[in-house]
């Protein structure tokens, strides 16, 4: 294996399926099969999701007050945590909900020692929250956590299989990147991650491989050091 500890980014969408909204239990016992299957062999996975197949702060902002908005998706990525730790569970796989807001009934606060401790002791750790914070994505959160738990690559699933030009489900020019750097993700105003979050990347030099979540394998096939979607880095 390529990678023993890894932080997995999983967008709200992906837990929508081919939903709209909402969660589509298919799909996510579909994810959870496929960690299972990893972490039977002790690789060790944080995952930070998103909340947008329930609500997007940044859609609401001509409604709500931002900051308002940002804790609405906040509560969001926690209902979504509860739902993969359930699905995870129930296939012997044993999990933790670490939250960034302070929800004790529900789930533990993050801890960084603590986190790192389940870590060790073979438990699949879900953050959710976000960074606790408004005006941050959870593509920064996923960083800062891929960070401080000291996991040795980013793996953000999407909806298609690399980092593009240009939306490739728009532009049918559109040209995929098999590997590319911080820098020029930023000069070229990519947006399959928001520019905190690849800068903190940059600082930091942890690299981020982007793929597609559709193709069943895929997580595998990285971890195993097969080169699946893009992968950015500080040379590229």
Same mark, same amino acid.
């Given at each position: 294996?390529?990678? *023993?500890?890894?932080?997995?980014?999983?967008?709200?969408?992906? %837990?929508?399926?081919?939903?709209?909204? #909402?969660?589509?239990?298919?799909? !996510?016992?579909?994810?959870?099969?496929?960690?299972? @299957?990893?972490?039977?062999?002790?690789?060790?996975?944080?995952?930070?999701? #998103?909340?947008?197949? %329930? /609500?997007?702060? *940044?859609d609401?902002?001509?409604?709500?007050?931002?900051?308002?908005?940002?804790?609405?998706?906040?509560?969001?990525?926690?209902?979504?945590?509860?739902?993969?730790?359930?699905?995870?569970?129930?296939?012997?796989?044993?999990? *933790?909900?670490?939250? @960034? $807001?302070?929800?004790?009934?529900?789930?533990?606060?993050?801890?960084? *020692?603590?986190? /790192?401790?389940? $870590?060790?002791?073979?438990r699949?750790?879900?953050?959710?929250?976000?960074?606790?914070? &408004?005006? %941050? @994505? =959870?593509?920064?959160?996923?960083?800062?956590?891929?960070?401080?738990?000291?996991?040795?690559?980013?793996?953000?699933?999407?909806?298609?299989?690399?980092?593009?030009?240009s939306? &490739?489900?728009?532009?049918?020019?559109?040209?995929?990147? =098999?590997?590319?750097?911080?820098?020029?993700?930023?000069?070229?105003?990519?947006?399959?991650?928001?520019?905190?979050?690849?800068?903190? @990347?940059?600082?930091?030099?942890?690299?981020?491989?982007?793929?597609s !979540?559709?193709?069943?394998?895929?997580?595998?096939? !990285?971890?195993?050091?097969?080169?699946?979607?893009? !992968?950015?880095?500080?040379?590229?």
């Open positions: 294996m390529k990678y *023993r500890r890894v932080l997995l980014k999983l967008s709200g969408e992906m %837990f929508a399926g081919s939903n709209q909204k #909402g969660l589509d239990f298919d799909i !996510i016992n579909k994810y959870a099969q496929e960690i299972k @299957s990893l972490y039977l062999q002790s690789v060790q996975f944080t995952i930070v999701v #998103g909340g947008g197949n %329930f /609500i997007r702060g *940044r609401l902002n001509k409604f709500i007050n931002r900051a308002t908005a940002d804790y609405m998706g906040m509560l969001a990525t926690i209902i979504n945590s509860l739902a993969f730790q359930e699905v995870l569970e129930n296939i012997g796989v044993q999990t *933790r909900v670490m939250t @960034s $807001l302070e929800i004790k009934s529900v789930a533990e606060p993050f801890i960084r *020692r603590r986190a /790192i401790r389940h $870590l060790e002791k073979g699949v750790v879900i953050i959710a929250g976000g960074t606790g914070n &408004p005006f %941050f @994505s =959870t593509d920064t959160a996923a960083v800062l956590k891929a960070l401080e738990l000291e996991c040795q690559i980013i793996l953000k699933a999407t909806k298609v299989d690399g980092v593009y030009s939306d &490739p489900l728009i532009d049918p020019n559109a040209f995929k990147y =098999t590997q590319i750097n911080y820098k020029e993700v930023i000069d070229k105003n990519l947006s399959f991650m928001d520019s905190t979050a690849i800068s903190l @990347s940059m600082e930091y030099n942890i690299p981020i491989i982007v793929f !979540i559709k193709d069943y394998g895929n997580i595998r096939k !990285i971890i195993y050091g097969e080169n699946i979607g893009t !992968i950015i880095t500080k040379g590229g």
